[in-house]
């Protein structure tokens, strides 16, 4: 059931980029995340962008589940959006760099695994399978895709 509020979120807006949603932006030493208020940069693990169609900014967010949780709040389930996450096969753990966001819904996730990152144990999100399976094969946890979060 979340994984289909989340789901239809995010595909109520087309797979490309149109001039009516901003993001992802590089994010800055003094960005705090949406929710928690934690400082970005002060955090290891993926982050996530996410921009509402007709926003202006994305918001950003210290760790992909936070992310997620916030697109399945009952006001947000039903807006177009569109969400990026950090590649974590071609970024480092502890300070992912904003060039390697990659959109949410096409990224291989690795769900309970043992890496701490922002707000506990993050999901850890890869542009490449192999890289999810590596990862996998080294700190554990669940290979999925984004319709089964």
């Not at 947000?76 to 300070?95: I, K």
Request: aromatic residues 8%.
């Amino acid at each position: 059931m979340i994984a289909c509020i989340v789901f239809i979120a995010l595909s109520a807006c087309s797979d490309s980029q149109n001039s009516s949603t901003a993001g992802p932006v590089p994010i800055g030493q003094d960005d705090i995340c949406h929710v928690c208020g934690m400082v970005m940069t002060d955090v290891p693990g993926p982050k996530g962008e996410l921009s509402f169609q007709g926003e202006s900014s994305p918001l950003k967010f210290c760790s992909v589940s936070e992310m997620m949780i916030f697109l399945q709040q009952p006001e947000n389930a039903d807006r177009r959006a569109t969400a990026w996450v950090h590649d974590m096969g071609s970024g480092d753990w502890l300070r992912p760099e904003s060039h390697t966001f990659i959109d949410a819904q096409s990224a291989w996730y690795v769900s309970g695994h043992s890496r701490r990152g922002g707000m506990g144990h993050a999901l850890a999100s890869f542009a490449e399978r192999n890289d999810a399976v590596r990862f996998q094969q080294r700190y554990g946890g669940s290979l999925v895709r984004f319709s089964e979060l």
